[in-house]
C-alpha cells in the first residue's frame, strides 16, 4: 500500500505539472463573410454549417470601441482595434453581410443586469441557454434583461450585420464585459516538462510488479 501511495504521488505531481497554474484568457472570437439575413436564426444557422474566415482573441466585446456602430465599409482589423492584432485567416473584407460569435467563461456570482448593443440582430446563450436576442435587422440600439450567474459560466454571442452601419457591445451591470470578467484557465505547460516525471513513475510501477 506504501509503494501504491508513492506511485499516486509521483502520478499527480505529473499531472499538476501539465496542467499549470490557473491563469484568465481571452474570449474566442469568429467572424463570417456571409449573406443577408432577416433573422437571427438564419444567421446562426450559417455558423454551424459553414467555416469561419476568420479567427480572433477579443480582450472587450466593444466594437468599434466605446459602443455605437460604424460604416460597415470598415475592414475586420479596423474594426477590432487592438484585437485585429490576434486575427488569423481572411480580414481584408468589408463588415457588410457578415456574422461574428464570441465565447467564452465568466466568473460571476448573483443576479446580473444584461445589456447588449447591436446593428443588426444578435443572441445570447449562458450555459447553452438562449437569454437575451434581438432577431430583425435594427439600427445600433441596447437590449436589456438579467441572469442569475453561479460562478463559472460558458456564454456564446451570434451577431450578424447586414448593410449600412454595424457595431456590436456587451454590458454586464452597465460595464462592458472584457477578458477581466474571465473565469481563470489552466496554463499550459510542454507536456515534455512533466513526461520524464510520469515515466519514471510508471517505470517505478512495473518494478513494484516485478518484485511482487
Sequence with gaps: MIKFNSLLTVAATALALVAGPSIASSFNGAY????????????????????????????????????GSITDNTTLQTFLGADGSTL???FTNKLDKSVFSFSGTLDLIGTQSLKIGSDDGFALKLDGVEVL??????AFSYTIGSYEFTGATTFELIYYENYGNTGVEFQINDTVVTSAMAAAQPAAVPVPAALPMLLAGLGAFGLIRRRA
Design 133 to 138: 436576442r434581438h432577431s430583425a435587422p435594427r
Design 32 to 67: 463570417w463573410d456571409s449573406n443577408a439575413f432577416s433573422t437571427v436564426d438564419q444567421a446562426i444557422a450559417y455558423t454551424e454549417n459553414n467555416a469561419a474566415t476568420a479567427t480572433f482573441l477579443s480582450t472587450a466585446i466593444d466594437y468599434p470601441n466605446a459602443g
Design 88 to 90: 488569423s485567416g481572411a
